[in-house]
């Protein structure tokens, strides 16, 4: 009962994961939480070269669902962070590179959601915004972490404290959004970036993600050791073989891929 509420599907060399709560504007309720974690254990998700994670037209997300915020107890808390609430780390951990395709709201932990993604794809009229402070809480799925990295300080305090809503094509100024689309075509423009990151080779577009990630945390002389040992580790595969070797022959390269 609970898959229903994502939907699973490949196009291409791309796995869609669509949000299905759509009469609750995909309120990140629990379920919908576990159906998502469900969701990326299938063999779909596996097998793709990357993961698109969509919602509605109306949003993306409208964020945690209201409805289950209220009587909570630290047990509770502590248990939820346990089970479904850890779904935003298991995305920003996919192997793979994932994009959020965003149409509507994109609000609270809905941008929390889109944040655990490498990249955001959003349509003209998206809106982005957290609410939490508003109503005596914080974004705590993994976004005041992620928007400090990605933003520094000044812009996450701007955003969580100052900002009610901010439009599309001001979050792709502040960096928040990677591209904007035409409305209604964030997903196709997701899944044409899809098909372009499924082009490349699979080995280092894994090292490459799992390298920058990495990065954030580690020293200068821990980065550049990771960096080397990548690169000692990719220069030797078919892939770059064969790209070496298209490149003297002048010929696009055919790499052997997952
Ligand atoms: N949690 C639970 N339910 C939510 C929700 C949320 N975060 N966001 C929307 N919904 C529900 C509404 O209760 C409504 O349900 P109903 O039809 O059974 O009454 C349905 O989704 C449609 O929302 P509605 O408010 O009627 O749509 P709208 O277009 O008038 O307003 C928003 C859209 C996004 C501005 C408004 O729904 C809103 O402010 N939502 C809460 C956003 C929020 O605070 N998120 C962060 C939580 S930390």
Known sequence: MSDELVAVRTHGRACVLELRRERKLNALS?????????????????????VVVTGGARAFSAGADVEELRGQDPASILAYYRETGDVYERVAGLPQPTIAAIS???????LELALACDFRVADAGATFGLPEVAIGIVPSSGGTHRLVRMLG?????????????????????????TETAPEGEALDRSL????????LPPLAVAVAK?????????????????????YGMLAQTEDAREAA????????????GR
């Open 30 to 50: 629990t379920a919908l939480e576990e159906a998502l974690g469900h969701a990326l254990q299938r063999p779909e998700v596996k097998a793709s070269a990357c």
């Open 104 to 110: 509507g709201y994109c609000l609270g932990g809905g």
């Open 153 to 177: 300080t000044a812009r996450a305090k701007e955003l969580v404290l100052l900002r009610d809503r901010v439009d599309a094509e001001e979050a792709r100024r502040l960096g928040l959004v």
């Open 192 to 199: 044409a970036l899809a098909e372009r990151l499924g082009e």
């Open 210 to 230: 799992e390298a920058i990630d990495a990065m954030a945390e580690s020293s200068r002389a821990a980065g550049l050791g990771l960096e080397r040992l990548a």
């Open 245 to 256: 070797a298209a490149f003297s022959e002048k010929r696009p390269p055919r790499f052997r």
